[in-house]
T-cell receptor, first 114, second 113 residues
Framework: DAGVTQSPTHLIKTRGQQVTLRCSPI?????VSWYQQVLGQGPQFIFQ???????GRGNFPDRFSARQFPNYSSELNVNALLLGDSALYLC?????????????FGPGTRLTVL | GDSVTQMEGPVTLSEEAFLTINCTYT??????LFWYVQYPGEGLQLLLK?????DKGSNKGFEATYRKETTSFHLEKGSVQVSDSAVYFC????????????FGTGTSLTVIP
């Protein structure tokens, strides 16, 4: 079975632009979470969605938004890109949002903002 | 809030040396604790986990024990191999905040032959 998939693999944008990142969860998983991993740091939680509803939000500005579709795939949008948004963006899926539901991570999308 | 403090690296060891990477945590509720590994150019892979106090997680020769009295979850391996070279992340997940993770800053390990 396929794991979590993310697209694109790499992306280069300039300051002020907007970007959309995509994630497909493992089949049967209804929750998707997004994390930002800046080089040399641990992943930071951005959003969690379950059954198309936002269930958690990290400490990120309103330039960051996300949504989940009926097939449980998800998009992360970032507007007005800043240099500091350059990072690896990780998506993780889980069956649900209980503490015991294990999360499985995708390979990430590497975003570079010039 | 919930947080994880992890031993800073980088760590360089010779093959077959003993490895310890320290991790302590602060959390409300009853967190589950994890170690993830990230190989160059790849995403995160779950290495081991422990869901309650005194549990020991183990995998591929790595071990970590959930110590509530010292709020620690140190990673150990008795004999490292070159293939263990990677970045290791300690993480917690608190039942108070759904199942989102809080990660440490990561410890880079290089094992030399």
């Amino acid at each position: 079975d396929a794991g979590v998939t993310q697209s694109p693999t790499h992306l280069i944008k300039t300051r002020g632009q907007q970007v959309t990142l995509r994630c497909s969860p493992i089949s049967g998983h209804k929750s998707v979470s997004w994390y930002q991993q800046v080089l040399g740091q641990g992943p930071q939680f951005i959003f969690q969605y379950y059954e198309k509803e936002e269930r958690g939000r990290g400490n990120f500005p309103d330039r960051f938004s996300a949504r989940q579709f009926p097939n449980y795939s998800s998009e992360l949008n970032v507007n007005a890109l800043l240099l500091g948004d350059s990072a690896l963006y990780l998506c993780a899926s889980s069956l649900a949002v209980r503490a015991y539901n294990e999360q499985f991570f995708g390979p990430g999308t590497r975003l570079t903002v010039l | 809030g919930d947080s994880v403090t992890q031993m800073e690296g980088p760590v360089t060891l010779s093959e077959e040396a003993f490895l310890t990477i320290n991790c302590t945590y602060t959390a409300t509720g009853y967190p589950s604790l994890f170690w993830y590994v990230q190989y160059p150019g790849e995403g995160l892979q779950l290495l081991l986990k422990a869901t309650k106090a005194d549990d020991k997680g183990s995998n591929k020769g790595f071990e970590a024990t959930y110590r509530k009295e010292t709020t620690s979850f140190h990673l150990e391996k008795g004999s490292v191999q070159v293939s263990d070279s990677a970045v290791y992340f300690c993480a917690l997940r608190s039942s108070n905040t759904g199942n989102q993770f809080y990660f440490g800053t990561g410890t880079s390990l290089t094992v030399i032959p």
